[in-house]
């Protein structure tokens, strides 16, 4: 047995030095560059790519299995080039890789271009014009390829390279359709010793540009430094003290440079499907942010984490990336911008179990929730209080942009309604959200609000506000719209309701106007289809109604205003006495119906102090065009004593007609309608005839009656 041992020990001895001299005599006897013609031959009929080595090539067989290339360039044919080499090194340790190990001097990889082009055509350089054998030819080895490498990845490797050195890298694209290139160059990666189980240092760095036209767009650095552990057997990997920075400048920045830094420790175990990333640190200028976040089973994600972005100054960050500042009345707002969240939620979602954002001085608190799956976005806030006004534009820029709009308005008027869409019908249809928005108090136009809730579903087309609503001025505000965009032409629907608002105290506080009093009350129910101005006009159609009681129309007593008129007219020359202008009423109202863009009314109804106004007629908004009659009856039961009117217009109804189109100067669209005078004058006629009847017959009547009681 012993005799047995010697000899196959022998017998190993003699062939491992037989394998040393054989990799020794065949490294110095064969010598690749030789071969080059034949290896670009065969490049160019099994790949279809031009291959040139231009450099030697260099190797080793034992105990390093190593090679070297030096200066290689690949395109296809009739295409401009598509890669090069400056230098690649690469042996691998004979003895270990037998025992399942890979252990390799350092990896060098030098001078790696890529040029991709895409030609104004569509073409581009890295696309073969290959036939179909070959295509299906390239396919069956790709596959027999993919499966013998899945039949081999159930092995567990252990790692032990020296290092790996990626210098001089270099990316370029260039899309001559839009005119565009982008260059990522200077691309260097080194490492340290790399083996399993252990942490080893690596850092990356890059730089990239964007044209656009041969012009620069967008600049950027990079450099990213970390240490990794790699447990292939356990697919456990880590990334340990991760930083990184981003150096950006360019146009998008206004000529201004913006560093990003990023720190974080990033773990991933893809045998138990868990990810996370703990001691986050981002930092944007002044703008901070920190927390952390993990995923566990990546088949249905659950997504756990926080995040927290401590207070920080929107103007100074919008300055430092190249924005403008956002101007407001009250400089000192916009000071103190803060936003938390815990994320803890169901598989497939994306859910801020908890959310908080800070403006200022209000606070809003509610949470929030995106259904990976659906695309489904929940969204719940509630704020406590809020002046707008604060964030208002200053009264130079708010007056600019009101004359700007006023006179787009008054073109639009006077032409035809535009015609250009106005829903981006797509992206509607695309929307799933449900959100609840409340506010428990607002200021804003000077106008105090409370209690505003805003509550929108939007589901497979339909997007349906259901709410929005508001209280204000002892009233309310109750409205609901709805928008389908499901079927081919648009529809929307509103329903609004006003209640119970004191409109005297809102005017004030809007207008500081002190000229109209009382309560308002409205409802309409209003449908409109199309996609477009000139749709909705010649498409509306519903109801309205308003109606405002006990109230008051301040600077102007209105039966004084006519009873004076009327004097003119009669020629009277009547002197009133100044009293107080004020016109109360008791009750003002109107409805309206509306079928295609006519509006029509046939009830309005006031009744103001002495007289009653009334009024009846209709509004063709597609004609742009107004006919509607207004009346003033004076009652003399209620008529102040402070104007002598004529007996004979008293009970006659005083018509204004306006007739026209709505560019027509006032003064020619209403005018009165002076044949009540005849009317007038008819009935004075009639007055006196019956007055004198009236009066033959109690004569006559009273005569009797004193014969009859003996008077």
Known sequence: MKGLLKVVLGLVAFIVVLIVAGGAILSTVFDPNEYKPEIEKAALENSGVELKINGDIGWSVFPWLGLEVNKIDV??????????????????????????????????????????????????????????????KSSEDQGSSTQASAAESGAAIALNIDSIQITNGLINYLDK????????????????????????????????????????????????????????????YKIKGLNSELALSGKPLGGKSLTISTAADIEADLAKQ?????????????????????????????????????????????????????????????????????????????????????????????????????????????????????????ASESKGNADAQGGSSAQASSGAYSKDPILPVEALRGLELD????????????????????????????????????????????????????GKTPKITSQKN?????????????????????????????????????????????????????GELHGIDMAQTVCQGMNNVSSLGVNTQEVDRSTPFANMGASARIKNGVVNNQDLKAALDAMVLSGKGSVNLPKQLLDYRLGFMVEKNLFKETCSFPDKLEGVEIPIDCKGGFNTPPAELCKPDFSFIGDALKKQVKDKAKAKVEEKIKDKLGGKLKGLFGN
């Open 435 to 486: 959100t609840k928005l409340g506010l428990k108090s607002l200021h804003v136009s000077n106008m105090d609000v409370s209690n505003i809730v805003l509550q929108v579903n939007a589901h497979g087309g339909l997007i349906k506000a259901s709410k929005i609503d508001a209280d204000l001025y002892s009233g309310s505000v109750r409205n609901n719209v709805s928008v389908d965009v499901r």
């Open 75 to 136: 395109q296809y044919p009739g295409k401009q080039q598509l890669a090069s080499l400056n230098q690649a090194q690469v042996s691998v340790r004979l003895p270990a890789l037998l025992s399942g190990q890979v252990e390799m001097q350092s990896v060098v990889v030098d001078g790696l271009k890529l040029n991709l082009v895409k030609e104004a055509d569509g073409s581009s350089n890295w696309a073969a014009d290959v036939s179909t054998k070959q295509v299906e």
């Open 177 to 236: 359709t839009t005119e565009t290139e982008a260059t990522l160059s200077d691309f260097n990666m080194t490492s340290g010793q790399v083996v399993t189980n252990a942490f080893f240092p690596a850092e990356l760095s890059f730089n990239a540009v964007q044209k656009v036209k041969g012009e620069e767009q967008i600049k950027a650095g990079a450099n990213f430094s970390a240490e990794f552990f790699l447990d292939l057997t356990n697919q456990l």
């Open 274 to 394: 868990a990810l996370s990333l703990n001691n986050l640190n981002l930092s944007l200028a002044n703008l901070k942010a920190t927390g952390a976040l993990a995923v566990n089973n990546f088949a249905s994600p659950e997504i756990s984490g926080k995040l927290s972005v401590p207070a920080f100054d929107l103007n100074k960050l919008l300055v430092s990336v190249g924005q403008a500042e956002v101007k407001t009345t009250d400089a000192s707002v916009l000071k103190a911008i803060s936003f938390d969240t815990e994320l803890a939620g169901p598989a497939n979602t994306v859910t801020a179990k908890t959310l908080s954002l800070k403006l200022d001085d209000t606070s809003f608190n509610g949470n929030a929730a995106y259904d990976l799956k659906s695309g489904n976005i929940t969204l719940n806030l509630q704020g406590d209080k809020l002046n707008a006004d604060r964030y208002m534009p200053p």
């Open 498 to 550: 006003i209640s119970g608002i004191q409109i005297g105290d809102m005017l004030k506080a809007m207008a500081e106007v002190d000229q109209l009093t009382g309560e308002l009350n409205s409802s309409s129910n209003i449908t409109l289809r199309g996609n477009s101005v000139h749709d909705f006009v010649n498409s509306m159609t519903g109801t309205a109604k308003v109606n405002m009681k006990d």
